[in-house]
């Protein structure tokens, strides 16, 4: 058997490197914020993401209330951009505004005109993860002064360059 000599792992990079705005709710009444964690993958034999927000998060309000999110990715050049959409939340100011991207509708979601990826997710599964079945090294280093994530599988409907 041959042995692969290389493997792109540049998928691995899309949440931890680039980043990305997920995005849940309809145009007119929607949350962004940046995440760093999610995966792709494969469930119950269709293409899903990954993802995870924690109760506080504005954002999170509207992962539970609707059926659809989106994942979208910039190009280097927005970087502070997403920093700022990271750390502000929509419950205090609005940051679509303020940050100088251009909503667009995307099926019953939205994402914005200046990203290079999106995309468009119908939310199949939400639960809370255990802080019990975590390492402790874990639990320590991204939940000790805060809640837990939900983790939000969703199917991906459509993929947009």
Excluded at 26 to 40: A, C, Q, V, Y
Excluded at 55 to 76: A, M, P
Excluded at 99 to 107: D, E, F, Q
Aim: hydrophobic content about 35%; some cysteine.
């Amino acid at each position: 058997m041959a042995k692969v000599k290389e493997f792109d792992k540049g998928i691995f990079d899309l949440f931890s490197k680039r980043w990305a705005l997920l995005t849940a709710g309809k145009p007119g009444d929607f949350n962004t914020m940046t995440i760093g964690w999610g995966g792709l993958g494969t469930l119950w034999s269709k293409p899903v993401v990954t993802v995870y927000s924690r109760k506080s998060r504005y954002t999170h309000e509207f992962l539970d209330r609707e059926e659809y999110f989106t994942l979208s990715f910039f190009g280097e050049d927005k970087r502070e951009i997403l920093g700022v959409l990271g750390n502000k939340s929509g419950r205090d100011i609005d940051k679509i505004n303020n940050s100088g991207l251009t909503p667009k509708a995307i099926g019953d979601s939205v994402t914005f005109e200046e990203a290079e990826l999106t995309i468009l997710c119908k939310k199949l599964y939400m639960k809370e993860l255990d802080l019990q079945a975590m390492p402790d090294d874990v639990k320590k280093t991204y939940y000790d002064k805060d809640s837990s994530h939900d983790m939000y599988i969703g199917e991906v409907i459509e993929i947009i360059e």
